[in-house]
């Protein structure tokens, strides 16, 4: 075979791989929004739907609990304009999109690390499918983090080039920017592409593309409208953020081998290919080809070390549960962008010990491929998890505006009590009505309008009553003015909504505690068990409702 016949050959090759990656990749959009399917507006999602406003400036440069999410924000204004909250679908799309572009951007590092064609797409695909990284893959909101790593990726491309700043430069100093208007991981990606560039292009190209994001940042966080805080979650020591770490970079191997000591397999298989690999090029390739891959490992750490700072922290009996103190590395979206950042050197180790012998590359590709079959199991049941709660919560939020009495309701009623998220309100919701981005909810029988009023308008009160008592050995009706309260003094009992027209809510329960109307009220009240009850409405000193 002729050299020119070889390398045409390893030509074809090169595209055939890189054309099953874009396959698979674009095939895989719609999978992916169909195992999201379960999932609705939640929590995040409410403070750039409902809490802001495009034309506002402290609502584009407030931060979310300490991310700068001005690009989030203006996506979020955008599709609320185009779609409103009638399909979760267009916002879940911009994720998914971001989530496939990341993993473009991380096999075209690798091919430029030298990693072969079909090791690349094979690594590449294995993350496409991460499902212990689900969060950052179907959930709308994780654009912020995504969208960090994206755009930091894109900078690190744009500068990996010879000679002195050109226009790449600069575009990917913009690009740089709007990862750092997406959220804090974009901290970590600018240490990646200083640390890339020093090594590549010597420290001034390094300061030219750190610095300036450097500035910008400084500013925000000096000048930024203050936002929701995170305070609770700052690490309390050292040992914290070491433990945060540690227990970050385990559960980046172990979920991507998901079958037992599969993850330190793969750790180990990194570190041996990594050496060999140096070992073959010498340390003079971290100036050259091995330059990104390397300060993306490092910028893993980095991303750890600066997360476990503002997120290791919370004390108390609280701090031994799995997801919160040090134990927050293990969530799904913290994990996912440690392996994100890990996956270049990874495929660098796996194509190196590959290379070495042909009798190592089918270990090599079983070892990358064992855990794709649990993490397709978590990606396609992530959205299943709590799902009749938050139908519950959507079919809640639909129907609050709608009901008869909601404009005599306060305005800052929430319309999921006992959840409240920044934003969402009555009154929002009623003012949203009329651009027809709130979808209607299904017709509701006067026993459920009856009972949706009755979650709203009877709320937990914090003063008990203790005098106008009366005692009810059957069933009876208490008439409440707007701001009254009644307390259960003794027994048990349920609790129903009458409504003016005679319709008799769902009965709750009615234990030893203290209600308040938020408007004038009939309540029906029957003891349970045959008991006696005893009901007081009045309050020694009366205080406002809660």
């Known amino acids: 075979m002729t050299a020119r016949s070889f390398g045409l050959r390893r030509l074809a090759d090169a595209r055939v791989a890189s054309l099953t990656f874009a396959v698979v990749a674009v095939l895989s959009v719609p999978l992916l929004a169909f195992w999201g399917r379960n999932w609705w507006f939640w929590a995040d999602d409410w403070d750039f739907l409902a809490a802001r406003t495009a034309g506002d400036a402290g609502d584009l440069f407030r931060g979310h609990y300490q991310h700068w999410t001005t690009v989030p924000v203006l996506a979020y204004r955008g599709l609320w304009f185009l779609f409103g909250i009638r399909s979760y679908l267009p916002f879940q799309l911009l994720v998914i999109s971001a989530h496939l572009a990341a993993i473009a951007l991380l096999r075209v590092v690798m091919r430029r690390a030298g990693v072969s064609p079909w090791m690349a797409t094979l690594t590449a695909l294995v993350f496409v499918f991460f499902g212990s990284g689900a969060e950052n893959i179907l959930i709308a909101f994780q654009i912020t983090f995504v969208g960090s790593l994206g755009f930091g990726l894109v900078q690190l491309l744009l500068a990996d080039h010879e000679g002195p700043w050109d226009r790449r430069d600069w575009f990917g100093?913009?690009?740089?920017?709007?990862?750092?208007?997406?959220?804090?991981?974009?901290?970590?990606?600018?240490?990646?592409?200083?640390?890339?560039?020093?090594?590549?292009?010597?420290?001034?190209?390094?300061?030219?593309?750190?610095?300036?994001?450097?500035?910008?940042?400084?500013?925000?966080?000096?000048?930024?409208?203050?936002?929701?805080?995170?305070?609770?979650?700052?690490?309390?020591?050292?040992?914290?953020?070491?433990?945060?770490?540690a227990i970050g970079a385990g559960s980046a191997f172990g979920r991507l081998g998901q079958v037992p000591w599969v993850g330190l397999v793969l750790a180990v298989l990194m570190l041996v290919g990594l050496a060999w690999t140096l070992g073959e090029v010498g340390l003079g390739a971290l100036c050259g080809r091995?330059?990104?891959?390397?300060?993306?490992?490092?910028?893993?750490?980095?991303?750890?070390?600066?997360?476990?700072?503002?997120?290791?922290?919370?004390?108390?009996?609280?701090?031994?549960?799995?997801?919160?103190?040090?134990?927050?590395?293990?969530?799904?979206?913290?994990?996912y962008l440690t392996v994100a950042m890990a996956l270049p050197a990874l495929a660098l180790a796996a194509d190196a010990v590959a290379r070495r012998r042909r009798l190592f590359a089918i270990p090599v590709v079983m070892i990358l491929l064992v855990g794709v079959p649990g993490n397709v199991r978590k990606l396609a049941s992530?959205?299943?998890?709590?799902?009749?709660?938050?139908?519950?919560?959507?079919?809640?939020?639909?129907?609050?505006?709608?009901?008869?009495?909601?404009?005599?309701?306060?305005p800052e009623t929430s319309p999921a009590i006992p959840t409240r998220f920044a934003g969402l309100?009555?009154?929002?919701?009623?003012?949203?009505?009329?651009?027809?981005?709130?979808?209607?909810?299904?017709?509701?029988?006067a026993t459920e309008i009856a009972t949706q009023t009755m979650r709203l308008a009877l709320r937990p009160g914090v003063d008990p009553a203790t005098r106008g008592c009366r005692t009810f050995t059957a069933a009876g009706?208490?008439?409440?003015?707007?701001?009254?309260?009644?307390?259960?003094?003794?027994?048990?009992?349920?609790?129903?909504?009458?409504?003016?027209?005679?319709?008799?809510?769902?009965?709750?329960?009615?234990a030893p505690v203290t209600l308040g109307a938020a408007i004038p009220l009939r309540v029906r009240v029957e003891p349970l068990e045959r008991t006696k009850i005893v009901v007081c409405t009045i309050i020694t000193k009366p205080k406002d409702a809660s």
């Not at 390397?294 to 701090?319: C, D, E, N, T, Y």
């Not at 959205?383 to 404009?407: G, I, Y």
Request: glycine content about 10%; overall charge positive; charged content about 15%.
């Open 173 to 245: 100093l913009l690009a740089g920017l709007a990862g750092l208007m997406c959220s804090g991981v974009a901290v970590a990606m600018t240490v990646v592409v200083g640390v890339a560039m020093l090594l590549r292009r010597g420290w001034r190209i390094a300061l030219l593309h750190t610095a300036p994001l450097a500035i910008a940042y400084a500013i925000w966080s000096g000048v930024g409208p203050e936002g929701s805080s995170a305070g609770v979650y700052r690490t309390q020591s050292p040992l914290q953020v070491i433990k945060f770490v």
């Open 290 to 335: 091995l330059a990104l891959p390397a300060a993306l490992l490092v910028g893993a750490v980095v991303f750890l070390l600066v997360s476990g700072l503002v997120r290791s922290g919370q004390s108390g009996a609280i701090a031994s549960a799995v997801s919160v103190g040090p134990g927050r590395a293990r969530q799904s979206r913290y994990v």
């Open 382 to 410: 992530y959205t299943d998890q709590s799902l009749l709660n938050r139908k519950d919560f959507r079919t809640a939020v639909l129907e609050a505006p709608r009901l008869p009495r909601a404009a005599e309701l306060p």
């Open 425 to 445: 309100t009555l009154s929002w919701l009623i003012d949203s009505l009329p651009s027809g981005r709130i979808p209607e909810p299904r017709r509701l029988t």
């Open 477 to 510: 009706v208490i008439v409440l003015r707007a701001r009254q309260r009644m307390t259960l003094k003794s027994g048990l009992a349920t609790v129903a909504y009458v409504d003016p027209d005679g319709t008799v809510a769902s009965p709750g329960p009615f």
